[in-house]
């Protein structure tokens, strides 16, 4: 450390170049501040776990591993295509190309708008100020303004799967795969391991699942997880529930399950147990901030901590969502240019992009009752719907959940093919207070898998056009006043 | 059998909010429809609200005093008879639930506008909570005229119209009540009303606006200096000015000159066209001069904003320190007029006074105040000459300004006063 160096003043530091941090930088120019991010791999960090390593590398895992099993699928229709096998070294190129052109297009936006982007480990010194201890190993010295701290999160770790890029793997490791392995074992059912497994699975590999709770996809409605496990079961991956994983020795997964230890063929073991937020080695407390015991920011509604620092994304609480970072970010640095502004949505969708599926928006039945509503729930299946059909994949339902009275949208629940862009249709709802009526009376394109959004949403309204069974308890007196 | 919520209604004069003075009523009471059940004051009236069909009031959820924000609950009624707005009846099972759980200790009101007695969210769209949020207008307090009791963008903009006290930065805080422990322990033991010979009267309506406004000026840290200025000029070119305007129909008094001696001045000053944040630890500089004009009313002190002083011309200023006069007399000044001001000026030579100490507009951080131009015998080349004199006296807040700038605007604003030929040099 150098001391008594010249510090430079910034006037709106970012720390982070992720989703969240580099919205913050781009809202932070659009307001006519003068940002500088730093990035712990400065350039090539922009775009951060989710663009890099997370969200998009598994989107094109994902596709190619569905492309390559739904083609296999259509020989009955008479579609033969040659016997599926799988290069994940060009598949790696293939991935770094599409990385490349967006986190390119980051770059290009926030030199655009005249941001900086700097390489380096940032601790706080002051409430002011911060080190940057850079690759080269100098250390300088940043004087800032305002601060927004976005530095996201990293893969839980377990102390006896410490991964060695090699036989354990987080789930980034899981994505640079040079090779498909023959037998894999993934820790974890939670979004990213489901995700993960599956598309293993329909490239080829055999697949274990690993899961501490009852049941996968701990989090999410046990209804609208099931065609998931059907459809696990269907491509041989298997389910172990209920267990705990131990050692990984040579190709052998020991897992305790109840008082039995199961042995499970792996020869790569990929743990995917959760994430953290990155928040311990900041020096927070020189900075005047405390994270809460479960290391994240208990950031005010305005995003902020204390007058000129704000947090968003993965350090704070909430779903840790690429998209909720995004929509934070404006809000955070509009209230640092000392606008009075306030993060709240009225819902934050969330999607898991396993087979089919599954997008979820709003409340629950459950979670509707326990507020102390009165909750309608209208579910339509994906089987009777045309576009589906055509997509060979028929599977899932919509379930749409309304108050009774006065037929608010409280939740929708999608499974089933897209469901992921079919969400968005809920949140609007939720947002707008948008009742079953609206939605049952907007014009939905045919064929579509939104359909049976329109199709619940007329059940809901005591009018299905499709669906025999009219809901439980229409709403017949929808307020007029 | 239905039971109703029934909420403080805006009597229709765009008001945000009205104290309970009396109820007429016991809970338990059965009332017949039109019948009075509670007398509430505005700061303009009061009222009495009846009963809304005929049935059993079953609670009231406020007492006599308390502050009742437009569109919250006021008491709750069983409807016996017709004339009850129909509500979709309960399961004998599960009895109505008149309020549900608070959230934030606010309880939660169901009604026929508001069904679903849940935790359910404010229905408002992305859009106007965003505008809610800028404004500081709390969307649970509004009533909204959308479907379900959706708050519209219009619900919005009503509010912020109707006097809901806007907790911006940049207009008066609505500071709250002084509790027992923040004001002044007197001395003495308080002395006891003695009956016929005291009134007892509680603060209401403007007045008691006035009041937290002063309390809250009085946390601000005031320096004042004060100067008798030579107007001799100023006052011979307000009676040219004033004989030109008389011919336009216009009537010309001095305090357009001092306004725009005041914008003058602070052009040179900034500092002085300022707000403080102290929550935030941040001034904000005002690019705009939007000066305040104190102006007495029966009902007490309103302030009504001359927007964008530094760019009107003189009879401009007239023209509008007229309108803005008659609207404060009226009480008639919407919420734009009387809010978001950088700088005030007190006239009160208006009323006679010689010299007085104005008090800071939080969160202004300054306020001038001039006083009655009279004859004074002078000092002029060494011997004593009889001039008009202008009294004044500028205060600012010391945590921003020290009396070193204080002096060098004030030494900016008796140059303009004594050579008034220098305010038409003033850019804009």
């Not at chain 1, 296999?72 to 770094?96: M, R, W």
């Amino acid at each position: 450390m150098v001391v008594g160096e010249i510090a430079e003043a910034v006037d709106l530091l970012v720390v982070g170049g992720g989703p969240a941090g580099y919205a913050a930088a781009l809202r932070g120019a659009q307001r006519g501040r003068d940002v500088l991010v730093i990035d712990r791999d400065g350039e090539d960090g922009v775009g951060g776990v989710c663009l890099r390593a997370g969200c998009i590398p598994s989107k094109a895992l994902i596709e190619m591993a569905d492309v390559a099993e739904r083609a296999a699928g259509y020989a009955s229709a008479g579609l033969s295509v040659g016997e599926c096998s799988v290069d994940l070294g060009a598949f790696q190129a293939h991935k770094a190309r599409i990385v490349g052109e967006l986190t390119g297009g980051v770059r290009s936006l926030l030199a655009a708008a005249g941001v900086r982007v700097l390489a380096g480990d940032l601790r706080f010194t002051r409430p002011d100020q911060a080190v940057v201890r850079t690759p080269a190993g100098r250390a300088a010295f940043v004087e800032f303004r305002d601060v927004v701290i976005a530095t996201g999160s990293r893969p839980a770790v377990l102390p006896h799967l410490v991964p060695d890029g090699v036989r354990v793997l987080d789930s980034t490791g899981a994505l640079d795969l040079p090779e498909l392995p023959a037998t894999v074992a993934v820790v974890g059912a939670g979004y990213i391991g489901v995700e993960l497994g599956t598309a293993l699975a329909k490239l080829g590999s055999s697949v274990t699942l690993v899961e501490m709770a009852e049941r996968i996809l701990p989090e999410i409605d046990v209804a609208l997880t099931r065609p998931v496990a059907r459809r696990l079961d269907e491509l041989g991956v298997t389910v172990l529930t209920a267990a705990r994983a131990g050692e990984h020795r040579g190709t052998i997964l020991h897992v305790r399950r109840g008082d039995r230890d199961v042995e499970v063929k792996a020869d790569v073991v990929i743990v995917a147990v959760g994430r953290r937020p990155n928040t311990d080695e900041l020096g927070l407390d020189r900075l005047g901030v405390t994270p809460g015991d479960d290391g994240l920011l208990h950031v005010a509604p305005d995003r902020t901590l204390r007058p000129h620092v704000a947090a968003v994304g993965d350090v704070t609480p909430g779903p840790a969502l690429a998209h909720k970072g995004y929509a934070e970010a404006p809000v955070a640095v509009d209230a640092l240019c000392g606008d009075r502004v306030t993060f709240q949505p009225a819902a934050i969708p969330a999607v898991v992009f396993a087979d089919p599926e599954i997008a979820t928006v709003g409340l629950s039945a459950a979670a509707a009752r326990a507020e102390g509503l009165d909750p309608v729930v209208t579910t339509i299946p994906m089987a009777g719907n045309g576009r589906a059909l055509t997509l060979r994949a028929p599977r899932g339902t919509v379930q749409l959940v309304s108050e009774t009275g006065t037929g608010l949208v409280l939740g929708l629940h999608v499974v089933g093919p897209h469901a992921s862009e079919l969400v968005a249709e809920g949140t609007v709802a939720i947002e707008m207070g948008a009742t079953v009526e609206d939605l049952a009376d907007t014009v939905h394109v045919h064929p579509t898998v939104g359909e049976q959004v329109q199709e619940a949403a007329r059940a809901a309204a005591g009018r299905g056009l499709h669906s025999a069974s009219p809901a439980r308890r229409p709403h017949h007196h929808l307020n007029k006043e | 059998m239905s039971t109703t919520v029934f909420r403080l209604p805006d009597i229709g004069e765009g008001l945000a909010e009205a104290e309970i003075v009396e109820w007429l009523v016991a809970a338990g009471a059965e009332v017949r429809a039109d019948q009075p059940v509670v007398t509430v004051e505005t700061a303009k009236a009061q009222v009495e609200l009846p009963a809304p069909a005929d049935g059993v009031i079953t609670e009231l959820a406020h007492g006599p005093g308390d502050i009742v924000p437009v569109g919250s609950a006021l008491f709750t009624f069983e409807a016996t008879g017709s004339g009850a707005d129909a509500v979709e009846p309960a399961p004998a099972s599960e009895p109505a639930l008149a309020t549900a759980p608070a959230v934030d200790g606010r309880a939660v009101p169901a009604s026929p506008a508001r069904p679903g007695a849940g935790r359910r969210r404010v229905l408002a769209a992305p859009s106007t909570r965003r505008l809610a949020v800028e404004h500081g207008i709390e969307l649970a307090e509004l009533t909204g005229s959308g479907p379900n009791g959706r708050i519209v963008l219009d619900d919005v903009r009503a509010a912020m119209a109707g006097g809901a006290r806007s907790v911006d930065g940049a207009a008066p805080r609505s500071p709250e009540p002084v509790t027992a422990q923040a004001a002044v322990t007197p001395a003495t033991a308080p002395v006891e009303p003695v009956a016929g010979e005291t009134q007892v009267r509680p603060l209401r309506g403007l007045r008691r606006q006035v009041a937290r406004a002063m309390t809250a000026a009085w946390s601000v840290p005031h320096i004042t200096e004060f100067r008798e200025v030579d107007a001799t000029e100023l006052e011979r070119a307000h009676r040219t000015l004033r004989a030109d305007a008389e011919e336009q129909g216009l009537r010309l008094t001095l305090l357009p000159l001092l306004v725009r001696a005041v914008t003058t001045a602070l052009r040179r000053h900034p500092d002085f066209n300022a707000t403080l944040d102290m929550e935030r630890e941040e001034v904000t500089l005002h690019r705009r001069l939007d000066v305040g004009i104190a102006a007495a009313t029966p009902d007490g002190l309103i302030v009504p904003v001359l927007r964008d002083a530094g760019r009107r011309s003189v009879p401009g200023l007239a023209r509008e320190i007229a309108r803005l006069g008659a609207g404060a007399r009226e009480r008639s000044l919407p919420l734009q007029d009387t809010t978001g001001g950088t700088f005030t000026i007190s006239n009160f030579g208006s009323y006679g006074t010689w010299l007085g100490t104005p008090l800071i507009n939080a969160p202004q951080v300054a306020i001038a105040g001039f006083g009655r131009v009279h004859d004074a015998v002078v000092p002029v080349d060494g011997v004593p000459a009889v001039r008009r004199v202008l009294p004044l006296a500028v205060a600012a807040d010391h945590r921003l300004i020290d009396g070193e700038h204080l002096g060098a605007f004030v030494n900016t604003l008796e140059r303009l006063i004594r050579t008034p030929l220098l305010l038409l040099g003033e850019e804009d």
